[in-house]
């Protein structure tokens, strides 16, 4: 039986994503695939968590064999969304194969908790993290260095010296 973790990614970003990698991230999960990852974790995020998952979701429509996993910080977080965001959310929770939910009732704990399982679940992490400190997606990201999982940032390279 294979590990599940061994084809799993998972996102992490900043709210403030516009869009602005969407072709990389669209080239990076076709690549991806074709290294054999088939199960991939969102945090359900505004921003560029719920874009990797719309992204994901566009995977699934090639690829039978895609898996796309909604991880929540807690129930009731669909409550913190509106307008587009709120319809891209129930877009990507619909089309989720599996709905995780890491804690009982909203806190900050909740979010790390959150991150928490998208590293400890994953072999590989896709980032949109633009280098500035004290964020989920800073966290994230060097709890995933310091497990040793592969990191795959599509911001642009302002500061390499610190990536």
């Not at 088939?38 to 994901?56: E, Q, S």
């Not at 129930?90 to 900050?108: K, P, W």
Request: hydrophobic share 45%.
């Amino acid at each position: 039986m294979e590990d599940v973790k061994s084809i799993t990614v998972a996102f992490t970003g900043h709210r403030t994503y516009q869009g602005e990698a969407e072709m990389e991230l669209k080239q990076q999960l076709e690549a991806l695939y074709e290294r054999g990852f088939r199960r991939f974790l969102t945090g359900m995020a505004w921003g560029f968590d719920l874009a990797a998952g719309i992204a994901v979701v566009e995977l699934k429509a090639r690829y039978a064999d895609v898996e796309l996993v909604a991880v929540e910080p807690y129930p009731n977080f669909r409550l913190r969304f509106k307008g587009e965001d709120l319809a891209l959310y129930d877009r990507v929770r619909d089309a989720a194969d599996e709905v995780v939910q890491v804690c009982r009732s909203g806190s900050m704990q909740a979010y790390f908790r959150r991150n928490d399982y998208l590293t400890d679940n994953a072999s590989v992490i896709v980032a949109w993290w633009n280098w500035l400190p004290k964020s989920g997606t800073e966290y994230t990201v060097k709890r995933a260095r310091k497990r040793g999982l592969e990191v795959i940032n599509l911001f642009p390279p302002i500061m390499p010296e610190l990536f």
